[in-house]
T-cell receptor, first 113, second 112 residues
Framework: DQQVKQNSPSLSVQEGRISILNCDYTNSMFDYFLWYKKYPAEGPTFLIS?????DKNEDGRFTVFLNKSAKHLSLHIVPSQPGDSAVYFCAAIGTGSARQLTFGSGTQLTVLP | ETGVTQSPTHLIKTRGQQVTLRCSSQSGHNTVSWYQQALGQGPQFIFQ???????GRGNFPPRFSGLQFPNYSSELNVNALELDDSALYLC???????????FGSGTRLTVV
């Protein structure tokens, strides 16, 4: 039972264009959402987050949109750069005592020069 | 400020053996969580330790156990290793402030 889903295993985008990564969730008890970036042989690094009371959060080139009614969030990267090539994980936090992260399966983003 | 360090980086074990993985948390962080990332999947929550007590557990059998020490470093122990335990094991530390998880680079465990 996957509570957080990333249905696109891979995405290729031209440098300078917009990258849009999508994520769907099923658990309505999730109240905080995060995006992590992972390079090979490194641990995931935090990118951007959004609380369930908001519908948009922006940080430089990165913007996360949340549509609670659709249980859908997306990460927009504008403009995309070759250094953005990595695996991107969507994660959610629910109301468990540990406030643990529930991850999607990831999307490999490749930004072509 | 040091980050999260994990050791060893790679490990090969035989089915049925036991393994211990280690994690040093980031300075100032008192909470450690462990995650298992199988190939092609996202990390899955194993358990969390807060001030030396288990503070939550995911859907993993009891042969997965852990410890947290007074300096907030942590160990993950896996008994009776199975082939499906082959994965990248990630440690993440955080402080009382929410959501500030810092991940280590992981230990790649291969069970043969």
């Amino acid at each position: 039972d996957q509570q957080v889903k990333q249905n696109s295993p891979s995405l290729s985008v031209q440098e300078g264009r917009i990258s849009i990564l999508n994520c769907d969730y099923t658990n309505s008890m999730f109240d905080y959402f995060l995006w992590y970036k992972k390079y090979p042989a490194e641990g995931p690094t935090f990118l951007i987050s959004i609380s369930s009371i908001k519908d948009k959060n922006e940080d430089g080139r990165f913007t996360v949109f949340l549509n609670k009614s659709a249980k859908h969030l997306s990460l927009h990267i504008v403009p995309s750069q070759p250094g953005d090539s990595a695996v991107y994980f969507c994660a959610a936090i629910g109301t468990g005592s540990a406030r643990q992260l529930t991850f999607g399966s990831g999307t490999q983003l490749t930004v072509l020069p | 400020e040091t980050g999260v360090t994990q050791s060893p980086t790679h490990l090969i074990k035989t089915r049925g053996q036991q393994v211990t993985l280690r994690c040093s948390s980031q300075s100032g962080h008192n909470t450690v969580s462990w995650y298992q990332q199988a190939l092609g999947q996202g990390p899955q929550f194993i358990f969390q330790y807060y001030r030396e007590e288990e503070n939550g557990r995911g859907n993993f059998p009891p042969r997965f156990s852990g410890l947290q020490f007074p300096n907030y470093s942590s160990e993950l122990n896996v008994n009776a290793l199975e082939l499906d335990d082959s994965a990248l094991y990630l440690c993440a530390s955080s402080s009382d402030s929410l959501y500030g998880y810092t991940f280590g680079s992981g230990t790649r465990l291969t069970v043969v």
